[in-house]
């Protein structure tokens, strides 16, 4: 027998009818399903299966759940509610446990040295110094391997996509081939939970939006087959994820006139390319004339790039009109630890998240100026941006005279904050704060200095954010760039 | 200082209540309301936060919010001088600090002792050393949650 696609629609689909099977028995143990019609389609392809059919088909005729065969869409909303986790649990590969219990058992044993320095009064002697240093280094170690028992492989993320590839574009009459890299990179359990449905959307817009019809393709001079690209790999300290497909591209003009025409910016506005791209993200923002069923509602960039802020990342779009489009996602590797620059504003220290932060500079006298009612721009290598003092922001009484500059890249362009003072690198782990904090804006989590004292990590993006939306400027891109 | 074993909710600890000081006057709230009394640490404050909010704090790892009581309570804030002690309260919402001036004692007072009276908000004890205002500190700090959370 020749393993063809429609050999391999019928096997997924046996396999989805054989998923909601398990899944009705384990709600209600007298579940049954129609399965006929499947059995029936295993069939074309098995001349001897005849008497299996009565055996599975048996149970079928009083059940209340009747002609349940998936179809494309059933699977897709299945594959959207399993994304909920069932039971909060991970799988950890048995060496990774023995490996930080190992540690741990070592931490016990230089923990009964100090005690032994402390009860014989040694505790200033060479020796005790090493065991301290020697701890210090344990210390560390099972951090970074405790950190490291949430993060899972990000294949069966990748897999979900797959299906949701050849579904759609066999539902769409388009052809399309699924390219994955890097399926093995790992991230926080519950980033890769929140990041799915996002991702999900990115996927179905570019089969659904990007991807033109075979026909289109070869008149327009490309392949009829088309391709989609999923890319995971580590930069840094973050998670890189990108979504390419060489379907049309987006269209500059047209998404500017969608915009004029549902008022998100005015008619004149001044926009770059990069800025028009951005406006797709706006609540109630949607190109596509015609709703379908699967995407075009213009309820969905705007959530994407709402979860990938919520977890702190970032989310940026490359295209070329006719060539394709691509999406970059950047996410903290973490949700409970991330590497910060301790900063002093003047009054005291706070934790910048690094992620955010594009460059670090002290600038010079001639590179920041002060115009008429109290703005001042930074000049940095002939990119003007507005320059905001950081503990006035926080409303903090402080001094003149701020010797560093944090760059940030805000959707409405690079911003940069001045502080009195940078104290150093760290990595923080985010605490939690109390009701009456956490809805500060600009204030992301609590965290414990090197010296044990207490700070805030703060948001700038947000606190950015809330600063232009206070003075009316922008949040809004028409006003931005005006 | 006054770490109470919650487990034991016997009569007896129900009618437990430590007494502190605030602008002179003395004040008793609950014992099983308050976790611990701490020494003032370095509190981190928080930008753009309500002025009865001193801040957070480092307690043990965790970050927890304190206020001071005495503006909370809506008394003449505090002088630097007096050093101050912290109540750290739990709540629905995690543990918060409670900044007061000074500790005095843990009585047992029965509620016969206690008026509800109906003019004022909080009820009065009558203590041989005179009357002190009982404040249910959990009550206090619900509230301020759920004022910010309107605000909100």
Known sequence: ??????????????????????????????????????????????????????????????????????????????????????????????????????LIGELVVNQSIMSSHRVHGTTGTGHAIQTLSYMEKLVGEIQDLSMTLRMVPVKPLFQKMARIVRDLSSQQGKEIEFLIEGESIEIDKTILERMTDPITHIVRNAVDHGIESPQTRQSAGKPGQAQIRMVAFQQDDQFVLLIEDDGKGLDAE????????????????????????????L?????????????????????VRRSVQEIKGTIQITTALGKGT????????????????????????????????????????????????????????????????????????????????????????????????????QHVVIKPLGPEVAGTPGILGGAVLSNGEPSLILDLLDLYQAYASKNHLGRNPDVAAS | MSQHPETEESALHESRYLLFRLHGESYAAPLVQVREVIKVPTIKPVPHSPAHMKGVMNLRGQIISVFDLRSKLGLPSRSEAVPGLILVVDTTQGSIGALVDSVDSVQEIPDEQISKSSSSSEPVAKLTTGLVLVIDLSAQFQRIETVRSEAA
């Open chain 1, 326 to 425: 691509q999406f970059r996602i950047a996410l903290p590797l973490s949700l409970s630890i991330i590497p910060g620059l301790v900063v002093d504003v003047g009054t005291g220290q706070y934790v910048v998240p690094i992620s955010q932060l594009v460059e670090v500079i002290e600038p010079g006298k001639q590179q920041v100026q002060q115009f008429a009612g109290q703005n001042r721009v930074l000049n940095l290598r002939g990119e003007v941006m507005p320059s905001l003092c950081l503990g006035k922001l926080l409303g903090e009484r402080v001094a003149q005279g701020q010797r560093a500059s944090l760059v940030v890249s805000t959707p409405g362009g690079k911003v940069s904050f001045e502080v009195q003072d940078i104290v150093g690198q």
């Open chain 1, 254 to 281: 047209k998404i500017r006139r969608k915009a004029i025409e549902k008022g998100l910016i005015s008619a004149d506005a001044a926009l770059t390319e990069a800025q028009v791209y951005d406006l797709i993200f």
């Open chain 1, 283 to 303: 609540p109630g923002f949607s190109t596509n004339d015609q709703i379908t069923e699967i995407s075009g509602r213009g309820v969905g960039m705007d959530v």
């Open chain 1, 1 to 102: 027998m020749q393993v063809s696609k429609a050999v391999g629609t019928t096997l997924l689909r046996g396999l989805d009818t054989l998923k909601s099977y398990v899944d009705g028995i384990g709600e209600n143990a007298n579940f049954s399903l129609d399965t006929t019609e499947i059995v029936r389609e295993f069939h074309q392809y098995s001349p001897v299966a005849a008497t299996a059919s009565v055996a599975v088909t048996s149970s079928s005729d009083s059940g209340p759940w009747l002609g349940v065969v998936p179809t494309v869409t059933a699977s897709l909303k299945e594959a959207s509610r399993r994304s909920e986790p069932a039971n909060e649990s991970i799988r950890v590969p048995l060496t990774k446990l023995d490996s930080i219990i190992n």
